[in-house]
């Protein structure tokens, strides 16, 4: 089994893209009540993601919440590889030490083009499912 079998695919991940501006991006993360978000450029490439914190902290170094600030902002000045990508052939294993520590593991294919996320929920679904046929058994 590889990370291909919990990819949620991105036709049904919300993303922002290389230069989005800083309330696009915000407008994103609220409406879909996540804390952090992947980041892809034009051309597919997965850039990195943005976090809640990310736009706070940015916020304040711009001095001022106006709107017409938050849409010159980019999102590209904020963008962070805290969150490396794994690729869709990676191991189950590699993916238990990923999924620990954050909410979403983004997945790459071979040209490190964005395919999807690995969400915490989903692998925690599946151990559920299989611990509790285990326990049937």
Request: charged letters at 25%; glycine letters at 8%.
């Amino acid at each position: 089994m590889n990370v291909a079998f919990f990819l949620i695919p991105k036709s049904h991940v919300a993303y922002l893209t290389e230069g989005s501006s800083f309330r696009q991006g915000m407008e994103k993360l609220r409406r879909y009540g996540y804390t952090a978000i992947p980041v892809v450029a034009g051309d597919g490439r997965y850039l990195g993601s943005v976090s809640e914190g990310d736009f706070l902290w940015n916020i304040m170094s711009l001095g001022s919440i106006a709107s017409d600030d938050l849409e010159d902002a980019r999102i590209d000045q904020i963008v962070s590889d805290r969150t490396p990508p794994v690729r869709v052939n990676t191991s189950v294993e590699e993916l238990w030490d990923r999924i620990l520590d954050q909410n979403f593991v983004p997945v790459v294919d071979d040209r490190d083009i964005f395919v999807g996320i690995v969400t915490r929920r989903s692998v925690l679904a599946y151990l559920m499912s299989n611990g509790a046929e285990a326990e049937r058994c």
